[in-house]
C-alpha cells in the first residue's frame, strides 16, 4: 500500500522538550537512545515489573505524522533493552478506544490500533525492519530488502518470530465503553537480525517508534511517531534516531 510507504507530511515542527516521570533518563528529542543491556531476566508478560526494564531509557514525546490534519497526539511510553538473546520492545499506550483490526499475523494490523517500531541496522546498506502489533497481540513483521523494492505484501513472509504478550486495561472493540489502554511486551530473537549483523557493545543502528490511534473520540486517527519529522511516512529512515547498544556497567 503505497500511501503508508510515502504519506507527505510537512517539515518544521517545534521540539518540545520530553517529559515523563520514570526512574530512568528520558530521551530529549533528537538524542540518540542508549538501548542497555538487560540486567537480569525479563518474563514477556504484558507486565512491566522486571528490575530490568527500570535501565531502559524512555521515549514519551511523539509527534504527529502529518500536523496539518492534526496535532493532537494519546500519551505513548517508550523502552527497549536487549541482550545476547532477544530485542526487548515495549509500549505503554494510553488509549480511550481500544481496537485490534485482526488477530491474524502479517495481516494489515495498522487498520487498527497499533504500536509499531523500525529498525535499521545500517545507515549504508539498505534493509530495515518492521513490527506491527495490535493491543491483542498480533504482529506484522516484515524485513525490507529495499524501501523501494515492494511494499508489505512482498515482505511480510520474513519472520521474527517474536515473544509477545500484551495487556488491555479495557475492553478491545468496544467502541460504546471508556478504556485506559494498553501494554505491549516482546522479546524479538536477535537471530532475526542475523543477515544484517548482530548488535555489540557500542554498536549503533536507527530506529523509529510509531503508533496508530483510532478512537470513537477523533475525526481522524491519529498517526504518531518518534522522530521530529518524516517527508514519507514511517518508512523515512533517513529521519530515524541513533540507537546505541550499550553493554553491562
Ligand atoms: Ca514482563
Ligand atoms: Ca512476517
Ligand atoms: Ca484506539
Known amino acids: 500500500m503505497s500511501s503508508r510507504i510515502f504519506r507527505f507530511a510537512p517539515l518544521g515542527l517545534i521540539l518540545a522538550a520530553a517529559?515523563?516521570?520514570?526512574?530512568?533518563?528520558?530521551?530529549?528529542?533528537?538524542?540518540?537512545?542508549?538501548?542497555?543491556?538487560?540486567t537480569g531476566p525479563i518474563t514477556i508478560?504484558?507486565?512491566l515489573d522486571e528490575p530490568a526494564w527500570k535501565d531502559a531509557e524512555t521515549i514519551t514525546t511523539f509527534y504527529p505524522l502529518d500536523p496539518a490534519k492534526t496535532t493532537q497526539t494519546?500519551?505513548?511510553?517508550?523502552?527497549?533493552?536487549?541482550?545476547?538473546?532477544?530485542?526487548?520492545?515495549a509500549f505503554e499506550c494510553t488509549d480511550d478506544d481500544v481496537w485490534s483490526y485482526s488477530n491474524k499475523a502479517d495481516d494489515e494490523l495498522w487498520n487498527?490500533?497499533?504500536?509499531?517500531?523500525?529498525i535499521k541496522p545500517s545507515t549504508q546498506k539498505r534493509p530495515y525492519y518492521e513490527f506491527v502489533t495490535a493491543p491483542n497481540g498480533a504482529q506484522y513483521d516484515g524485513r525490507y530488502s529495499s524501501r523501494g523494492a515492494?511494499?508489505?505484501?512482498?515482505?511480510?513472509?520474513?519472520n521474527a518470530h517474536a515473544k509477545i504478550?500484551?495487556?488491555?486495561?479495557?475492553?478491545?472493540?468496544?467502541?460504546?465503553?471508556?478504556?485506559r489502554g494498553y501494554v505491549i511486551e516482546m522479546a524479538v530473537p536477535m537471530k532475526a537480525f542475523a543477515q544484517d549483523g548482530l548488535p555489540a557493545d557500542g554498536t549503533v543502528?536507527?530506529?523509529?517508534?510509531?503508533?496508530?490511534?483510532?478512537s470513537k473520540s477523533f475525526e481522524q486517527p491519529l498517526?504518531?511517531?518518534?522522530?521530529?519529522?518524516?517527508?514519507?511516512?514511517?518508512?523515512?529512515?533517513?529521519?530515524?534516531?541513533?540507537?546505541?547498544f550499550k553493554g553491562k556497567k
Open 165 to 179: 504478550a500484551t495487556k488491555i486495561d479495557g475492553t478491545d472493540g468496544n467502541g460504546d465503553d471508556d478504556d
Open 112 to 118: 487498527g490500533d497499533v504500536g509499531e517500531f523500525f
Open 150 to 158: 515492494g511494499g508489505f505484501n512482498r515482505f511480510k513472509g520474513w
Open 74 to 89: 494519546t500519551p505513548t511510553v517508550f523502552r527497549m533493552l536487549w541482550d545476547k538473546q532477544n530485542l526487548y520492545v
Open 45 to 47: 508478560d504484558g507486565k
Open 223 to 244: 498517526l504518531m511517531m518518534s522522530i521530529p519529522e518524516s517527508k514519507s511516512g514511517f518508512h523515512y529512515y533517513e529521519g530515524y534516531g541513533k540507537l546505541i
Open 19 to 38: 517529559t515523563g516521570c520514570q526512574q530512568q533518563a528520558t530521551v530529549k528529542v533528537g538524542a540518540p537512545y542508549t538501548c542497555h543491556q538487560a
Open 205 to 214: 543502528w536507527t530506529f523509529g517508534a510509531f503508533r496508530y490511534d483510532y
